[in-house]
Nanobody, 117 residues
Framework: QVQLVESGGGLVQPGGSLRLSCTAS????????MEWYRQAPGKQRELVAS???????NYADSVKGRFTISRENAKNTVYLQMNSLKPEDTAVYYC???????????WGQGTQVTVSS
């Protein structure tokens, strides 16, 4: 069964940076789009960034210019570089495949990002 495992979260001060990683088990990683979501306490999960198999990217307006999604197919890994972090970026971050894998596996624990002084 294919699994997605997120890592790289932590506590960072406003204006700081973090890089999240999501590694997929199994084969054929390169043919799928990949997505990063986040869910803040009391809020719905929202799509933050996506990257197609060909490398084209899209971002939520709230993170444009600050976050960068990238992928390394040889390592079955997608990254989310987060710069100029704000307290409102505090959330649990999750990755998913497109088409979704999470509808079969559930969302798991994700990786917590806390932006606070």
């Amino acid at each position: 069964q294919v699994q997605l495992v997120e890592s790289g979260g932590g506590l960072v001060q406003p204006g700081g940076s973090l890089r999240l990683s999501c590694t997929a088990s199994g084969s054929m990683f390169s043919i799928y789009g990949m997505e990063w979501y986040r869910q803040a306490p009391g809020k719905q999960r929202e799509l933050v960034a996506s990257i197609a198999s060909g490398g084209s990217t899209n971002y939520a307006d709230s993170v444009k210019g600050r976050f960068t999604i990238s992928r390394e197919n040889a390592k079955n890994t997608v990254y989310l570089q987060m710069n100029s972090l704000k307290p409102e970026d505090t959330a649990v971050y999750y990755c998913d495949r497109f088409p979704s894998l999470r509808i079969f596996t559930g969302w798991g624990q994700g990786t917590q990002v806390t932006v606070s002084s």
